[in-house]
Structures are given as structure tokens and as C-alpha cells.
T-cell receptor, first 112, second 118 residues
Framework: SQQGEEDPQALSIQEGENATMNCSYK?????LQWYRQNSGRGLVHLIL?????REKHSGRLRVTLDTSKKSSSLLITASRAADTASYFC????????????FGKGTRLSVIA | KAGVTQTPRYLIKTRGQQVTLSCSPI?????VSWYQQTPGQGLQFLFE???????NKGNFPGRFSGRQFSNSRSEMNVSTLELGDSALYLC?????????????????FGPGTRLTVL
């Protein structure tokens, strides 16, 4: 069963706009990760945020984590057509070798 | 370093047949995980192997099995294929350092094998 649920399921924006995707989860976590998947291909790791962190940045990406609300958001600033992809959040419940549990993803379309 | 590779990339089988998929992890990575991705169920964890031992297992029937070799390469097998097994099968490897240190399980994914069951 999915631990994380992304919202919205699909998002369409113009190039240059910001895109915000949200992820909610059900149980306490060790960390939350965001991945990107281009159509029908493998996933690429974007960013990881630990349960004791509130915000992280990587280039045009900004991730926040609110453990009290069990939610995270991924912000992509100044979006480009190349950002068109599906974005997944994944939670790791405990540290070490526990598997990741993925949500169903948000499909982002950036229109040039 | 070369990335995770999966073979074959595409496969067409008929119901009742069996299939074997192969995954070569990033050099030095000893953990290999397998996922099934379908439009309806999303990404679901199948199993994870570390040092030739299955360490974690998802909620899939026994028709789904896997193994890992001493060079960390992994195979998964699906027997008695059903139409519902049509999916993208993704393999991912993880760095042993972070896992053994009780760290974060960042996964590096291969391009996947697209299996179609007719």
C-alpha cells in the first residue's frame, strides 16, 4: 500500500512559472525523498530530507517537511520544458536497510 | 561510474510462460531492489537483495522470485505469467556505505524492463 500520496495528480504550467507538488504520508519516517521519472524510464533521485530537517534546497528545487502534519512539498522554481516528468515522493520508515515506499506521483507538464 | 543497467529493455510473453529479468548495479553497490510499476498501483516494492541474501520482501505472490550473485548482479523471475503482470520492472541499487552505517536509502534506478503479457 502507498505510504505517500502526492497532490495534485497532474499539474500543467507555463515555462518560467513555479510548480509546487505536495506529499502526505501516514506514519513516522526517517526521511522523505523526491524522485523524477521521465516518460516510461527509470527514476532519478532529486533530493532527500531527514525527519529532523525542515527545508532543503538543491538548485531550483526547494523541499519542505512538516512532520507534525506528515506532509512535504517540492517547489520547482522558474520551470523549464525539460522539467516535464512525473515526480514521486518516497518515504523511508527507519534508517538503514528499510525499503522505500513510493506515492503514485504528480504528472507535471511545462508548456513552452 | 556506469549506471544501473537492465536487460532486456522490452519483452513480450504470453500467459503461462515464465520470464527472467536481469539487473547490474552500480559498481560497488551491494544492495539491489526490484519494483513493479503499473498505472493502477504505481510503484510497488518487490524485494531487496544484499550480499546474495533476500533482506526485504514486498507483498507479492510466490510466482515472483529473485536472486543475487556474488558480483551483486541480480535476476528476478516471474513464473506462470498473468495479464496483470504487464508492467515496467525497475531495478535500483544502493550504496553499501550508507546502509551499513544506518544511513539513508537513496536509490539509483535503471531504465527498467517493459514486460507485456499477452
Amino acid at each position: 500500500s502507498q505510504q505517500g500520496e502526492e497532490d495534485p495528480q497532474a499539474l500543467s504550467i507555463q515555462e518560467g512559472e513555479n510548480a509546487t507538488m505536495n506529499c502526505s504520508y501516514k506514519t513516522s519516517i526517517n526521511n522523505l525523498q523526491w524522485y523524477r521519472q521521465n516518460s516510461g524510464r527509470g527514476l532519478v533521485h532529486l533530493i532527500l530530507i531527514r525527519s529532523n530537517e525542515r527545508e532543503k534546497h538543491s538548485g531550483r528545487l526547494r523541499v519542505t517537511l512538516d512532520t507534525s502534519k506528515k506532509s512535504s512539498s517540492l517547489l520547482i522554481t522558474a520551470s523549464r520544458a525539460a522539467d516535464t516528468a512525473s515526480y514521486f515522493c518516497a518515504t523511508q520508515l527507519n534508517s538503514g536497510n528499510t525499503p522505500l515506499v513510493f506515492g503514485k506521483g504528480t504528472r507535471l507538464s511545462v508548456i513552452a | 561510474k556506469a549506471g544501473v543497467t537492465q536487460t532486456p529493455r522490452y519483452l513480450i510473453k504470453t500467459r503461462g510462460q515464465q520470464v527472467t529479468l536481469s539487473c547490474s548495479p552500480i559498481s560497488g553497490h551491494r544492495s539491489v531492489s526490484w519494483y513493479q510499476q503499473t498505472p493502477g498501483q504505481g510503484l510497488q516494492f518487490l524485494f531487496e537483495y544484499f550480499s546474495e541474501t533476500q533482506r526485504n520482501k514486498g507483498n507479492f505472490p510466490g510466482r515472483f522470485s529473485g536472486r543475487q550473485f556474488s558480483n551483486s548482479r541480480s535476476e528476478m523471475n516471474v513464473s506462470t505469467l498473468e495479464l496483470g503482470d504487464s508492467a515496467l520492472y525497475l531495478c535500483a541499487s544502493s550504496s553499501p556505505t550508507s546502509l551499513l552505517a544506518g544511513g539513508d536509502n537513496e536509490q539509483f534506478f535503471g531504465p527498467g524492463t517493459r514486460l507485456t503479457v499477452l
